[in-house]
């Protein structure tokens, strides 16, 4: 769980309205720190800079069957179903170096 540490340090320095809030809260970031985690990975970051990968970070309540997606332009999460065109992080140009 130490992947999730980023996520409880942002997540404990607010302020919730209730322990219900908190967790939601939690989840949200741990999805966040996760993206973060993911992009440094070379093949993740190489398949970025080429445009081959797209990231997504989805939340999905069992128990309505709702999806949430974080927008990574907007900084928030929104509903999948309305927005379907979503995306965490998207094709990031950048020059690949190659030896």
């Known amino acids: ?3 999730a540490d980023s996520a409880r340090v942002v997540n404990e320095a607010r302020q919730h309205k209730d322990e219900t809030a ?3 809260s939690m989840v949200r970031e ?3 720190a996760q993206l973060a985690n993911i992009q440094p990975h070379p093949s ?3 398949a970025l800079a080429e ?3 797209t990231l997504h970070g989805w939340i999905y309540d069992i128990a309505s069957g709702l ?3 974080f927008d990574g332009s907007r900084g928030a999460f929104v509903s999948l179903a309305d927005n379907p065109e979503v995306q965490a ?3 990031q140009a ?3 170096a190659t030896m």
Request: aromatic share 12%; net charge positive.
């Open 22 to 24: 908190k967790v939601a």
């Open 44 to 46: 993740v970051r190489f």
């Open 30 to 32: 741990n999805v966040i």
């Open 89 to 91: 992080i998207k094709y």
């Open 1 to 3: 769980m130490r992947y």
């Open 67 to 69: 999806i949430e997606a």
């Open 94 to 96: 950048r020059r690949v």
């Open 51 to 53: 445009g081959r990968v």
